[in-house]
């Protein structure tokens, strides 16, 4: 949340100003986004094969967001890694997800910050993730990008609102008598 607050008010600024390096920090946001939530999924998954995983799904997507920024247009929005970038986090949550269900505990799952947070990823990868895919296309539409910035800023609060609960909750410590494979 605070790189995405200091891009917004100060590394796009910027940009904006120098019109040419714009789709520069756009694209630069969607692969340090997609790197730090990654990250922060990888830290709650339990499975003994995810840095494989998120290895090699990480270098996909990585090689995928540099061809990307080279073969396409220099103002074009950045479609192709925003899309991917969505179905990989949302692929990690839903991972997380069944790790959860399969977890026998006492313990809500309500109760575990990390479930708030993956709800605010799961919202907000789902509910941008075809307004993103379309946006290379129709971006430069006026009525387009106002229900873009609309629809952007809806599913942005709302998953800010999912992870201010998850910072409001206590961490719950883990029962040692129950085992997570």
């Known amino acids: 949340m605070i790189y995405s607050i200091a891009a917004d008010l100060f590394i796009n600024t910027y940009l904006e100003k120098n019109s040419h390096l714009e789709s520069l920090g756009y694209r630069t946001f969607t692969v340090i986004e997609y790197l730090l939530f990654a990250a922060f999924l990888l830290g ?3 499975s003994r094969t995810k840095y494989t995983y998120f290895g090699v799904f990480t270098i996909l997507f990585l090689i995928a967001s540099l061809i990307d920024f080279y073969i396409s247009r220099k103002s074009a929005f950045d479609s192709l890694p925003l899309g991917l970038s969505a179905i990989l986090i949302l692929s990690y949550c839903v991972y997380f997800l069944f790790e959860q269900i ?6 809500a799952i309500y109760l575990n910050p990390s479930f708030w947070i993956v ?3 799961i919202l ?9 895919i379309l946006s290379q296309k129709y971006l430069n539409d006026p009525k387009f990008s106002n229900a873009f910035s609309y629809i952007n800023f809806t599913f942005t609060t709302l998953r800010n609102i999912l992870f201010s609960i998850a910072f409001l ?3 719950q410590k883990e029962n040692p008598t129950i085992s997570r494979n």
């Not at 399969?102 to 313990?107: I, L």
């Not at 789902?126 to 307004?131: A, D, E, L, P, R």
Request: charged residues 10%; hydrophobic residues 45%; without cysteine.
């Open 44 to 46: 709650i998954i339990n």
């Open 102 to 107: 399969k977890n026998v505990s006492s313990q």
């Open 119 to 121: 709800a605010g990823l």
């Open 124 to 132: 907000y990868f789902s509910g941008t993730f075809f307004i993103f």
């Open 169 to 171: 909750l206590k961490p």
